[in-house]
């Protein structure tokens, strides 16, 4: 018998680590080469590994959730076949999308030792005054079972720490009769595209000092006009929703703010500033957030960044995008679609220094030449990287959206 070791293999595209999310395989099973041992996260994607060789599995190199680096002991495979020991890198196999890829260089983690699964914590009993067993009487006990009551539950007033009708009485008498209460609490460990998630909107916040800027937008006449340009489009052209009015406001004003369309490498001191304009769309899937990227937003028309948004964002949600559409964006737009709320404080998407966030359309009485009219209203929540972003020129630039905003026609007008 040989063994056989598969160390983890190079994904590719500069990752030190992964984490295994789960196992195909257990020790002591038998299985034929190429067949799926385990699916490995990255924060580009998941992949499938598959075995390199045929043999039985004698161990594996971590439990789910852990992270294995590059060229550590994965499986150990033993052979029926006479061979030596190789190395070699498995082409994984891109099964879906789970995170965003990392627009910055971190510092590869230590890899973690193996540990058993996370299990829930069991509640604790509850203890009564009078001890681990209730002391009642067989006819006590009888008219708690008929009544639904946990006499764990009932303050005992009788000799010894006995239970007696009258307790019961006032158990029933006090809402206690029925209820029960809860106890303990379940620990879930922080795994999967959830760990992404936590591990870049807290490096975020801890690097990037943010400060948010909120202005509010009359969005009658855009309503007017998004709603009159739906009801005579062409058969072929997709449904507007207001996230494309937004990103061509967002091509124009950050060619006059150009310090917005921009990504700050803190750790090299470089703020690199953008001609192309790749705007990072924020999207909740299933697995959990998710930003994949609208590129050239700049060379697109109104249509085309419909379309584009619907064809991304269906991609992100059903787990089939593309590294690629998930990586280098310059700038970042956020919205919480019919749940946007009054206001936010968006985190942005580091290495961005910027993220704009539309808020919910609310009907608001305003005064128009001494008149009360009903205008649609709606805030506009910012967020910038102070390091980059002078507060003065972001409240010029979101001045600016504004006034386009307020002024359809003239998003069309170059």
Same mark, same amino acid.
């Given at each position: 018998?040989?063994?056989?070791?598969?160390?983890?293999?190079?994904?590719?595209?500069?990752?030190?680590?992964?984490?295994?999310?789960?196992?195909?395989?257990?020790?002591?099973?038998?299985?034929?080469?190429?067949?799926?041992?385990?699916?490995?996260?990255?924060?580009?994607?998941?992949?499938?590994?598959?075995? #390199?060789?045929?043999?039985?599995?004698?161990?594996?190199?971590?439990?789910?959730?852990?992270?294995?680096?590059?060229?550590?002991?994965?499986?150990?495979?033993?052979?029926?076949?006479?061979?030596?020991?190789?190395?070699?890198?498995?082409?994984?196999?891109?099964?879906?999308?789970?995170?965003?890829?990392?627009? @910055?260089?971190?510092?590869?983690?230590?890899?973690?030792?193996?540990?058993?699964? #996370?299990?829930?914590?069991?509640?604790?009993?509850?203890?009564?005054?009078?001890?681990?067993?209730?002391?009642?009487? #067989?006819?006590?006990?009888?008219?708690?079972?008929?009544?639904?009551?946990?006499?764990?539950?009932?303050?005992?007033?009788?000799?010894?720490?006995?239970?007696?009708?009258?307790?019961?009485?006032?158990?029933?008498?006090?809402?206690?009769?029925?209820?029960?209460?809860?106890?303990?609490?379940?620990?879930?460990?922080?795994?999967?595209?959830?760990?992404?998630?936590?591990?870049?909107?807290?490096?975020?916040?801890?690097?990037?000092?943010?400060?948010?800027?909120?202005?509010?937008?009359?969005?009658?006449?855009?309503?007017?006009?998004?709603?009159?340009? @739906?009801?005579?489009?062409?058969?072929?052209?997709?449904?507007?929703?207001?996230?494309?009015?937004?990103?061509?406001?967002?091509?124009?004003?950050?060619?006059?703010?150009?310090?917005? @369309?921009?990504?700050?490498?803190?750790?090299?001191?470089?703020?690199?500033?953008?001609?192309?304009?790749?705007?990072?769309?924020?999207?909740?899937?299933?697995?959990?957030?998710?930003? #994949?990227?609208?590129?050239?937003?700049?060379?697109?028309?109104?249509?085309?960044?419909?379309?584009?948004?619907?064809?991304?964002?269906?991609?992100?949600?059903?787990?089939?995008?593309?590294?690629?559409?998930?990586?280098?964006?310059?700038?970042?737009?956020?919205?919480?679609?019919?749940?946007?709320?009054?206001?936010?404080?968006?985190?942005?998407?580091?290495?961005?220094?910027?993220?704009?966030?539309? @808020?919910?359309?609310?009907?608001?009485?305003?005064?128009?030449?001494?008149?009360?009219?009903?205008?649609?209203?709606?805030?506009?929540?910012?967020?910038?990287?102070?390091?980059?972003?002078?507060?003065?020129?972001?409240?010029?630039?979101?001045?600016?959206?504004?006034?386009?905003?307020?002024?359809?026609?003239?998003?069309?007008?170059?």
């Amino acid at each position: 018998m040989t063994k056989h070791i598969f160390k983890m293999p190079d994904i590719g595209e500069g990752v030190t680590e992964a984490e295994i999310t789960e196992w195909h395989v257990k020790v002591g099973d038998k299985v034929a080469s190429d067949d799926p041992v385990c699916d490995a996260m990255t924060d580009k994607a998941t992949v499938e590994l598959t075995a #390199p060789v045929s043999g039985v599995v004698t161990s594996v190199g971590c439990a789910a959730g852990e992270i294995m680096a590059v060229g550590g002991a994965l499986v150990v495979f033993e052979m029926d076949e006479d061979t030596d020991i190789k190395e070699e890198s498995a082409i994984p196999t891109p099964i879906k999308m789970e995170a965003p890829k990392a627009q @910055n260089k971190e510092k590869p983690k230590p890899v973690s030792k193996p540990a058993s699964k #996370p299990k829930a914590v069991p509640a604790p009993a509850v203890v009564s005054t009078h001890g681990a067993k209730p002391l009642a009487s #067989p006819a006590v006990r009888r008219r708690a079972e008929e009544q639904d009551i946990d006499l764990a539950l009932v303050p005992a007033s009788g000799k010894a720490g006995q239970i007696t009708h009258a307790d019961l009485d006032a158990y029933a008498k006090g809402g206690g009769a029925g209820l029960q209460k809860l106890a303990g609490a379940t620990d879930i460990k922080v795994t999967g595209m959830r760990r992404i998630i936590s591990e870049r909107m807290s490096e975020s916040k801890r690097r990037i000092p943010h400060f948010s800027y909120v202005e509010s937008i009359d969005m009658t006449e855009l309503e007017r006009t998004r709603i009159h340009l @739906n009801n005579t489009r062409a058969a072929h052209r997709p449904k507007l929703t207001l996230m494309p009015f937004f990103m061509r406001a967002m091509v124009k004003a950050v060619k006059l703010w150009p310090q917005c @369309n921009a990504t700050f490498d803190d750790d090299a001191g470089i703020i690199t500033q953008h001609n192309p304009v790749h705007i990072g769309m924020a999207a909740q899937t299933p697995g959990g957030l998710m930003v #994949p990227v609208i590129r050239h937003a700049e060379s697109q028309d109104i249509w085309q960044l419909a379309s584009e948004i619907a064809r991304i964002g269906e991609a992100a949600k059903t787990g089939s995008i593309a590294p690629a559409e998930l990586s280098g964006s310059t700038i970042s737009l956020t919205s919480l679609g019919k749940l946007a709320g009054v206001m936010a404080t968006p985190v942005i998407n580091r290495p961005e220094v910027a993220i704009l966030c539309p @808020n919910k359309i609310v009907d608001t009485p305003v005064m128009e030449n001494g008149q009360m009219v009903v205008r649609k209203i709606m805030n506009f929540s910012t967020s910038f990287d102070h390091r980059v972003v002078d507060g003065f020129h972001a409240a010029e630039m979101v001045a600016y959206i504004k006034d386009l905003l307020e002024h359809p026609a003239t998003l069309f007008i170059d």
